[in-house]
């Protein structure tokens, strides 16, 4: 379904002043947006038409948004909004005078939110309003009093920041001190961050003097901010303080990490130095941080004798067990086969109580395997199944467990039935996949994953989403997905979930129907595989688009939706810490790419979310993968990894079958990515597929080609 569809299919009946292509413009973004809005409301007001209250508040939200105080006032203060989105209104007015210089007039307008029916949430926004409100107008004791329940409620820096402001202008000087220096702390680099650490320092009377604990928590989370300078410049305030050995060394621990970071090598080879003369703990920290750098910059070999240092020297810190478990893990992938079962058998001695003891005991088994010692492998496999039977990782044993015993020369009436159950206990995993088609491979028949499809259910909408519907009308759809998410997180129960996330669907909410249905209907979706509460697990999302881009690029539109699940389970919506955009994660150098080769203008970044548009530049990019790579197996490693590290992995390891080659591949998020979208791309070939086109998946990587989408 496209968004102008969704859009119609929301207001499907109803008299609409704002149009889908307003509602679009409003929902990405767009620049144009306000002036859409405010032209429909003109138009609106001149016929008297039924929605000239709800044109003004989306035309007053979006004046708000530009900045321009005074415009929103004049709009929201000029009509009344319909009685369910009031309460909106009022806030949205109080913004308005906020921020146009009325405070006193902006806490009438928030208190009047308090008074009315308003939702949670939308009264937690409100009160933390006044309580700014009531300070700027110059009453301290009536802020501070709204304040302590506000920042209680939810100790955000913003509301700590207000409260403490409030606190001092009531009297409470030692309140006061206290939140300002929460914030200094928790918060050093938001700029009430800096706005406390000035209060504390200049403005507190006497003066605040940070110590060595204060000043080393402020400093690491500089550097864990990416504001490595900043952290630097806070240590540098401890040079002139008597510390004692320990101090000095997590002192000069973190100076290394900022000099690294800094690309001051040398400088930080001193602090490391300083830093292994203190207790263990922290000479143990030195010592692992040089091993990550090995291992991140590739170099392998001196990355394993760092790890293999770190067990001998530091086995009672966790340093030693991180350096354990990563000799191991180098020696698996140098090919050091039965070095690697030697390390990861000692690892499991040494340390028996690490969180990565599962992830050691299944390398342990995989050494095995590569080595051909498949009767050993097993019995690791038998001991991992002992140690955790309710582990994740259990249709991964499983599956090896069957598939070991086909490579030592089982016959099918014994591996049937073993592979059987993979696909019984996990039928939506990457195992129920391999294990279909190892079936295959030996003429057996393969049971149904599921017996029935996904089924829509025609309900009708539950009475807790009229108002994220009037609100979605209105053109608020920040407000619209808070109440739609506060509702979802008050359900409690399987029976409660279902109702509701058919209801998202009917509405178009995939990514909000899929996010219920991962809270509450795991267990009836793979458990007791009923159809009904498959539908929001795997819905055939913006369908039109989807199918429409396919066509067009001749990609298997069941794998753009796989990728799609991956990537934002379906919310349109969704940035990730990479700048990826939108349903397929698209970051925007990659889209201007692909607008250069599809010879169109470059998008703007906010364009990638878009359903239509995101949706066609994954196609593109898939189909350009599925070219160049042949297999959906290494098209979704290049998505997610790059191309580039894909045909170095099929260079490395062609020789495998699929199985093992998914094992292998070096980086842990590409492996689970890609076992997730190939087992989705088969599901989604199973249940909605006409069985004319079904998946067929090689058990050998092919070759790619050297030609072909690089980026």
Sequence with gaps: MSWSGWVAGVVAGM???????????????????????RAELTACAAKKCDDVGRLALLAGTLALSDGQAAEARELLAAWPAPPLLAPYHAFYLGQARFYAGDAAGAAEDFARVLE???????AARARARLGESLLKAGKPQDAAQVLEAAAKASPTVELLYQRALA????????GQRADMMTVALRFPTHPYGNEAMAWLTEGSTPPVKLGYTERTTRADRFLDAGATQRGLDELATLDKVKLDKEQAARVALLRARAWFALGRTE????????????PAAVAAQADLLVARRALKSDDNAKARTLMAALDKKYPSQPAGDEG???????DLQAGRFADAVQAFTAFETRYPRSRRRDEGMWFRALAHLRQEEYAKARAALDAFLTAYPKSNMGPQARYWMARSRELDGAKADTLGPAYEAVITSAPASFYALMANERLKALSLKTPAHFPQPPQVLQLPRPPELELAVELTRAGLFRDATEEVEAHAARLRSADQALPFAHALLGLGEYGHAHAVAARHLWGRAFGARAPEALAPFYPRAFATAVEGAATQHQVDPYLVWAIMRRESAFRPEVMSIADARGLMQIIPKTANAIAEKLKEPV????????PERNIRYGAWYLSRLMERFGHPVLAAAAYNAGPGSAAKWVQERSSLPLDLFVETIPFKETRGYVKQVVADLFLYHSFYGDGTGALKLPLQVPAPSKEGVSF
Excluded: M
């Design 603 to 610: 998008p703007a970044p906010a364009d990638l979310f878009s």
């Design 116 to 122: 009315s029916k308003a939702p949670a949430e939308l």
């Design 15 to 37: 008299s609409l002043g704002q149009s889908p292509t307003a509602l679009e413009a409003v929902r990405l973004h767009k620049p144009d947006a306000a002036a859409l809005a």
């Design 267 to 278: 400088d930080a080879e001193k602090a490391l130095a300083l830093a292994r003369k203190g």
């Design 324 to 330: 354990a478990f990563f000799a191991g893990w180098l």
């Design 167 to 174: 606190r001092g202008g009531s009297g409470n000087r030692a």
